[in-house]
């Protein structure tokens, strides 16, 4: 049966500028949602053909096909665009999108700025990806880039990527400032804090962490900077300091940073829940404790990165159990999205498919999470392909996933009309199977020792690798399914309705205006002081 | 649109892009600059100038704008609640930075310098230096051919010589200029005009000896004292955190200083004066850290 409600058209005015420069001058927050988003897309691919090599390397053991300093440079800039240049904007440009439509408010509250933020980001991976032909390649000391390797073993190019770190900050921060006051001042009247949606609520406490880690990150590419080039001697023991103070001040922005990729995937999955299970979220303010109890603990769990590095035993305590600890607030979340669920009548449209899938597998990942949370456990664990399953459970099913799962979701109410189900389906099935056929594997071969960021390894190894070789081709070729799937949705969808799905009703403001969206959604806010016009 | 009540969303603008590709010459600029230093004949030092040229461009355009903007009412009472929320979370923005390298801090001088010297079950690190010892401010460093350390160091005098000392007469200036900008903010909303332009110059005065007192106790670190960059650890916390302090200072100097211009050019209200208060709150922010480090730098 089909959720979908039959459409209807209304004209308005008020339509964005012709030509380019609509897209260099805009300040419309959803044009600037939609550069974010395709912005993350082309990265998505782009770091997409990184992890292809990677795989294809990694098909037989033995030196394949790169090098293994290209293989570094393929290791270090896939992990660093994905986490800065895909699932960051991306959530980013969600927000863009939603956040105004969801409390009523005419625009982001600082439309320039907002402008600022996304042009930054070609800015900066423009130059992180040039440093490919540059003297020296590209950087290849990992996403992490841990002193000393990232300091006196660096190549040259390093100090392109501290600047291009430093601005891509820069621009986080200026996105987050602008969707906390949002947030904060543009509410539409009657709409308490408690009352807002819950992606906005994990936005907030998004943008909070972002601007509580960003600088801190930047303090650290600072502290490296001065390193290379000017003999102070942060992370040299030779001088008094120490490698291992790289690795705090990295995790202390870096644990916060894999929260940011994944409390609005909570919002978004929040939302297509309850709509696709026709019932309102369970534990609506629990919710909302939890993503912010997430967020707090977040602050207090970055050494569980470094349980290998020799802290003192009261160290490594102190960080397992704060760890641990995080799987509560996490559990009460699992628990009830499945109440949600439970005797709701539910229907399988493709952004129900990749909810459905993001609660199961990011479960496991969780799991795995607190499995590598135990310290003495972690000793073996550390630096395996354990920890490679660990992160990319939680990273692609989970943040990825959610990602989709909201373009699925939104797309009509952005275009106006309805995407391909039988595609939409095919992209869900394929990417289900490939993406377990991908990481799952990983967890056999990381407990058996096989060690990650290495371009070869050992023969035991070689049936369960050519599996992820395969299941990850698969994966990145089901991913080019989406896009045709979205152009054709562009190009040639059926018209979509107000409300797009049926269980959409009384699910948020979004759904009571037309779709497309007009260019500009609310002039005046809606007044929701009184219950009656909330829905 | 432009009504008072309602939120203005300008239609669309050329800022923001020019300030992303100002953005873009700095990377590349700063980037072949520092990688170059030491070469002859680069010229990528006047990329770097450009990229400079262009922002301070921009920014000058856009905040003649959004003043031009206000001063045609087009801003609402929710508006400027926007810029009040902006500009707080800027500054913890800021805060956390100053953070990352007082954590650092912390950790060397509880962890990574005592277990260099033997301390603990980490004391295994002794090995690699046999000999050096652990103290702070720490003067010789493990390696002292490498990072040769300072022969003296900044920290606290006795109290009867405190009067020589220049983080004293510091921290009395910016203290002080805390309290004179707080009156400048008072004085401008009871409208008095004369007091206000006056303790704005009594503010800027003060935060101009702070600079130049900065300026002297380096010149007195490299000439005198042994104090680099290189010198280790103790002078990498030393520079970078007075340093990013004082680059902080500077920049709220040059805030204060348009806004005091601006100030003596007739602008600003009892009621409407937002870029002086952001730029008194940053003041006080500035102020705020300073004691801070005065107290984990220069006394314990
Ligand atoms: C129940 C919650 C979680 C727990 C207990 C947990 C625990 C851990 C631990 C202990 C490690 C370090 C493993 C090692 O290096 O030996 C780790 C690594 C990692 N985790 Fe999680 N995690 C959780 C959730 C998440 C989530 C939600 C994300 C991201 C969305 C995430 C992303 C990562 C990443 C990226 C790494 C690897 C970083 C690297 O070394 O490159 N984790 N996790
Ligand atoms: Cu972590």
Redesign the interface.
Known sequence: MSAVIESHHDDHHHGP?KGF??W?????HKDIGSLYLWFSFIMLFVGGAMAMVIRAELFEPGSQIVSPEFYNQMVTNHGLIMVFGVIMPAFVGLANWMIPMQIG???M?????N??SF??LP??F??LLSTFLMEGGAPNFGWTFYAPLSTEYAP?TV??F???V??MG?SS?MG???I???I???RAPGMTLMKMPLFVWSWLITAYLL??????L???V??M??DI??????F???????P??FQ??FW?FGHPEVYIMILPAFGIVSHIIETFSRKPIFGYSSMVYAIASIALLSFVVWAHHMFTV?M??AGELFFMYSTMLIAIPTGVKVFNWLSTMFKGSLTFETPMLFAIAFVALFTIGGLSGLMLAIAPADFQYHDTYFVVAHFHYVLVPGALFSIVAAVYYWLPKWTGYMYDEVLGKTHFWLSFISVNLTFFPMHFVGLAGMPRRIPDYAMQFADYNMIVSVGAFLFGLSQLLFLFNVLKCVYYGKSATAEVWEGAKGKGLEWTVDSPAPY?TF??SPDLTNPQTNN | MSSES??Y?????????F???S??L???G??YT??D?GKEDSFSHWILISSFLLMWGTMFF?FSEVIKENDKGMYSD??N??FV??MS??I???V??F???F??LG??RI???P??GGE???GI?NI??PGFEASWP?ME???NE??PGAHHNMSIPALSKIHTWLPFWNTLCLVTSSGTIALAEAALKKGNRKGFKLWMVATLTLGYIFVVLQSVEYYEAYAHMGL???A?????TF??MTGFHGFHVCLGAIILTIMTIRGFRGAFSEHEHFGLAAGSWYWHFVDVVWILLVLVVYVF
């Open positions: 500028a420069s609509r260099l001058y805009t300040t419309n408010a005419p625009d509250a600082l439309p320039r700025l402008n600022l042009w930054i800015a900066a423009g130059v040259p100090t392109f501290i600047f291009a430093h601005i820069a921060i987050s400032i602008n906390i006051t949002t904060l001042n543009m601007i509580a880690v960003m600088p801190v930047a303090g650290a600072t502290m900077l001065m080039h000017f003999g102070t001697s942060f040299s023991a030779a001088g008094g300091g120490d291992v103070l705090h001040v202390f020799g003192p035993i500009h002039e005046t | 309602s939120y969303v300008p239609a669309s603008s050329k800022l923001p892009i300030m992303a590709l953005l873009l700095f990377v590349y700063a980037g520092i990688n230093l856009w929710q508006l609640t926007s929320h902006g979370w800027f913890f923005s800021e956390m930075f953070f990352a390298f954590l650092a950790y060397v962890f990574a310098v277990w260099l603990g079950e980490k690190a690699l230096w720490l460093t493990p390696d490498r990072f680099t960059l290189g280790g650890i103790y002078g990498t520079f970078l």
